[in-house]
């Protein structure tokens, strides 16, 4: 009863701090409630048992990324003024429409899959040693993909800013 408790505190903190994402208007403010949120789904993984997971999610996402997206908010050194006036002000009301469409998709989606494959105990998750192998087998080409975009992103935003810097 307790664990469900500290879960659902968790959860809520988790849901808060996307919220703070969100309405924030400093982009270094929205990069901390991002790494509050990541912390928190952190928290989760230790909850359900997935200590590495938990481990990788705090090292990878909350250290090194989001130093990286403080460094290049720095770097680029944005401020709203600088935008002018929304160009599109009804953004706001279809993205919150489909948001929510998305989300109870993907709510089902999950429901109907954990149904489907969990014939036990829905906390049942995989081992380290058969993440491994999956991500070094089954999915390695779409774990290196991924670095190589997360790779080709920050070569642009560092060109892109070089630019900027110094056409000002």
Request: aromatic residues 10%; proline residues 4%; hydrophobic residues 65%.
């Amino acid at each position: 009863m307790l664990l469900k408790a500290i879960f659902a505190l968790v959860a809520l903190g988790a849901i808060a701090g996307a919220i703070g994402m969100l309405v924030s208007t400093n982009p270094v403010h929205s990069a901390l409630f991002l790494v509050w949120v990541l912390f928190c789904v952190a928290a989760i993984y230790l909850m359900l048992g997935a200590e590495f997971l938990a481990i990788i999610q705090i090292i990878v996402y909350a250290g090194a990324i989001m130093v990286l997206f403080l460094f290049i908010i720095m770097l680029l050194n944005l401020r709203r003024d600088e935008f002018g006036p929304d160009p599109m002000p009804n953004q706001w009301t279809w993205g919150l429409i489909f948001s929510s469409l998305l989300a109870i998709a993907l709510v089902s989606a999950t429901g109907a899959a954990t149904a489907l494959r969990f014939s036990g105990d829905p906390l049942t998750l995989i081992s380290i040693p058969d993440l491994a192998r999956l991500l070094f087998t089954k999915y390695l080409i779409a774990f290196e993909l991924a670095s190589v975009i997360l790779l080709i992103a920050m070569v642009g935003v560092i060109v892109l800013a070089k630019r900027m810097k110094e056409g000002a």
